[in-house]
Structures are given as structure tokens and as C-alpha cells.
């Protein structure tokens, strides 16, 4: 239960609590006006005639305690089922806001991601037309392919979320990357076989640009990437033919680890709360408490369009928001979760 939620209970609970000790006390004073009016029958049937006048009283004030003790219970009742109503009331509104909230910040998340990963397809199709990156595919002798392994190690000075840069040729070959000393089993590798190099060499011109799953590159030492990639095409121009197509490594995992971590949550959330964000296929691609990267699907309920929450199976608050994109960039069909325990 969420804090919200437990002031309301434990104000229910009180007021509860003051009505029942009123209502007792009402009826402690109506057992003993009740007693009193007996004992006064008691004694005008003692005084026989002179205390006939006496008897009437007594019973118009029995037949009044009776009346008010009738009333009184009818009240007790009443007051437990509408504060129990205003607790169940309140508890779902209180319930509805919290789901809400972690659907906004599941929303925050993604949105976090779109906003990163737009400046990567930005990225790609500029260093596509650096004359380096498009001379060593034109004409790939030695010195040109050193020359762009240099041009393309700049870049990653200044760029530190990539792990590397590759340039391939059109039949797939890796013909130069920037960090040949730490992965020099990149240069020579072929790549013809991988989803974003046959999509990036389809690409009809320069504005576009294609995206491969997160996954495990083996070249890069078996390390979780965000792959983009788009066509480099002749004279670097945007309508010139596809002579190769360089490919750009996002270093997925600290990024993504620092969204899903840095969740603005409540004191007390932190530790029963699972920030998540999941691919198309709804399978986990960031958590923050580390488990199930690639390997983990999450079967989420999308009753409420792109953006909502909801009960699992297991009583745990689910509140989730699809990629809305950003600018230019689509977004890849990706989920920002929260899967909080109560």
C-alpha cells in the first residue's frame, strides 16, 4: 500500500474509532436512563395511587431509551459500512493516481531513450558522408582505410557511448573500424549476413537509416550493442548509389542502465519496484535490478492503448507507456514498465 493510501486507511480507521466510543457512550447513558426508569416504576408501584402519576413518566422515559438504543445501533451500523465504503472508495482513487504516476514515469523512461537514440540515427547518416568514410569505400587501398580508421577513432574520442564504428563494403566485408587495437578481429570480419547491413545497403537514400535488435555482438567481445546503420553512398550524396554501409555500436548497457536507475522514485519504492524497458517483442533490454537482459519476456497486458496500468496475476502493480518517438525517429515499438509489489 502505497503512503497515500495508508494515511486514508488510518483515517478511516479513526474516525471509525471516535464514532464507536461516542455511540458507546450514547449507549452506556441509555442502559442507565433505561435502569433508572425501571427502578421508578419500582418504586411508584410502592406508592400505589400517588405514584400512578410518577409510573406514566417513568414509562414514557423507558419507551425513549428503548427508542434511542434502537437508533443508536441502527447508527453503529451505519457508520461502519460508510467509512468501510469510504475506504474501499478511497483506496481505489488512491490506487488509480498511483498507477497513473508509474505510467508517467514509465513514460519519462522511454522517452528518455527515444530522445538518445534519435541523436544516434542523426549520427550515423552524417559520419555516412564524411569524405574519409566514403573514400575508403570508393577506392579502398591501404591508405585510405588507415585514413578512415583515424578519422573514425576521432570521432569515438569525442563520442563515448559507441564501443566502435565499422565501414563495410557492399559485399559485407569490415574494411575499416576505429578502435582497431582493441578489436582488431572487426577489419575482415564479414557482416553481409546481419539484419542491419542488408537493410542499411536497401536503403533508398541518405535520410534513412535502420536499427537492429539489442543483442551480443561477438566482434566487440560478446558485448550488449544498439546497432545503426545506413548506406554510404557515392560522392557522399543523399540520391548517390550504395557502395558499402557503416555501422555504428551504441554501448547499450551502461546507458540503459542509467535511465532505469535513475527512476525518480519514493522513499520505500526503490526496493519493490522492477523499472524495465522492453523491445517490440516485450523482451527486457534494461533492467534495474539487473536480471533477465535478452534472455527474460515480460508479458505485458495492454489494456489501455499505449499508455495505462494494471494488476498482474500476482497482485503487483504494472504501469507501462509505448515509445512515442521523437522528431524524426519513429521509435522501434519499445515499452518503459514498472512492475512495483504492494
Avoid at 278 to 284: F, K, S
Avoid at 317 to 340: D, F, H, N
Amino acid at each position: 500500500m502505497s503512503m497515500a493510501g495508508t494515511d486514508l486507511f488510518e483515517l478511516s480507521r479513526g474516525v471509525l474509532d471516535v464514532a464507536s466510543k461516542k455511540v458507546s457512550l450514547i449507549e452506556d447513558i441509555t442502559r442507565r436512563t433505561k435502569m433508572l426508569a425501571m427502578n421508578a416504576l419500582i418504586e411508584a408501584a410502592r406508592a400505589g395511587d400517588a405514584g400512578r402519576g410518577f409510573a406514566v413518566v417513568a414509562n414514557e422515559v423507558s419507551e425513549i431509551s428503548t427508542q434511542v438504543n434502537s437508533i443508536t445501533k441502527e447508527l453503529r451500523s451505519e457508520i461502519v459500512a460508510r467509512v468501510d465504503h469510504l475506504t474501499t472508495t478511497g483506496s481505489a482513487m488512491v490506487q488509480e493516481m498511483h498507477g497513473k504516476r508509474l505510467a508517467d514515469l514509465s513514460l519519462n523512461m522511454i522517452e528518455i531513450i527515444d530522445r538518445n537514440l534519435y541523436e544516434r540515427s542523426c549520427d550515423v547518416r552524417w559520419w555516412a558522408t564524411d569524405s574519409a568514410v566514403v573514400d575508403c569505400v570508393a577506392d579502398p587501398t591501404e591508405a585510405a582505410r588507415r585514413h578512415a580508421s583515424r578519422r573514425l577513432g576521432v570521432i569515438l574520442e569525442s563520442y563515448t557511448v559507441y564501443l566502435d564504428l565499422w565501414i563495410a563494403d557492399r559485399n559485407g566485408t569490415v574494411i575499416a573500424n576505429g578502435r582497431p587495437d582493441r578489436y582488431p578481429g572487426a577489419r575482415g570480419a564479414n557482416v553481409s549476413d546481419e539484419p542491419w547491413f542488408r537493410q542499411a545497403l536497401a536503403t533508398r537514400n541518405g535520410g534513412e537509416f535502420t536499427v537492429g535488435d539489442v543483442a551480443r555482438n561477438r566482434g566487440l567481445d560478446d558485448r550488449v550493442v544498439a546497432t545503426y546503420a545506413t548506406a554510404i553512398r557515392r560522392d557522399g550524396e543523399s540520391d548517390g548509389d550504395a557502395i558499402g554501409v557503416l555501422g555504428i555500436f551504441f554501448d547499450w548497457e551502461p546507458q540503459a542502465a542509467a535511465v532505469v536507475e535513475g527512476v525518480r522514485l519514493e522513499a520505500g519504492e526503490r526496493e519493490k519496484s522492477r523499472c524495465l524497458l522492453l523491445d517490440a517483442r516485450h523482451r527486457v533490454i534494461a533492467s534495474s535490478d539487473g536480471r533477465g537482459l535478452l534472455t527474460e519476456t515480460v508479458p505485458l497486458r495492454r489494456n489501455s492503448g499505449s499508455m495505462g496500468h494494471y494488476s498482474d496475476d500476482k497482485g503487483r502493480l504494472v504501469g507501462y507507456a509505448l515509445t512515442p518517438g521523437y522528431e524524426t525517429y519513429k521509435g522501434l515499438g519499445w515499452y518503459g514498465v514498472i512492475v512495483q509489489e504492494r
